[in-house]
């Protein structure tokens, strides 16, 4: 039933579907928001952005917050700012600059690794961060994937 012109469409066919999913579920690595897991604090989309751009300074539980940045030049950074601040990291770099010369905010601690990220927020109650979902480990609890 089959021709020898068939089997070679259907063949790359399959090659076709093959790469496009492999190609997909790299595009799709998720980003995952952590937070120290004594944290009970009650976190949303708009809450995480309003820590991370300086606007909300204590948790809902009255904890000062210490958002965590990824350094810059990291995926997940990248990842983030797009994702949940709706920004380019460039566009978020220049609004911190603004507000760092204006002397009306610090910007967010810039942490190496995701190792070092988990480690900062394993040590501290008020630490927030996020980082590859694939990173993570339980000394950290997740609040969110983008």
């Known amino acids: 039933m089959y021709t020898v012109q068939s089997k070679k469409q259907l063949s790359i066919n399959v090659i076709i579907l093959f790469f496009g999913l492999i190609s997909s579920l790299s595009v799709s690595a998720k980003i995952a928001v952590i937070v120290n897991p004594d944290n009970t604090s009650v976190f949303d989309k708009n809450t995480i952005e309003r820590i991370?751009?300086?606007?909300?300074?204590?948790?809902?539980?009255?904890?000062?917050?210490?958002?965590?940045?990824?350094?810059?030049?990291?995926?997940?950074?990248?990842?983030?700012?797009?994702?949940?601040?709706?920004?380019?990291?460039?566009?978020?770099?220049?609004?911190?600059?603004?507000?760092?010369?204006?002397?009306?905010?610090?910007m967010p601690k810039e942490l190496s690794s995701d190792a070092e990220i988990i480690s900062t927020i394993a040590a501290n109650q008020g630490a927030i961060g996020y980082i590859d979902s694939g990173s993570v480990t339980s000394d950290v609890k997740v609040i969110a994937k983008f």
């Open 52 to 106: 991370f751009m300086g606007k909300m300074k204590k948790f809902t539980n009255g904890q000062i917050t210490l958002p965590m940045n990824a350094a810059k030049g990291m995926k997940s950074r990248d990842e983030f700012n797009k994702a949940v601040i709706g920004r380019s990291s460039s566009q978020v770099n220049a609004y911190w600059s603004k507000l760092v010369f204006t002397g009306k905010g610090s």
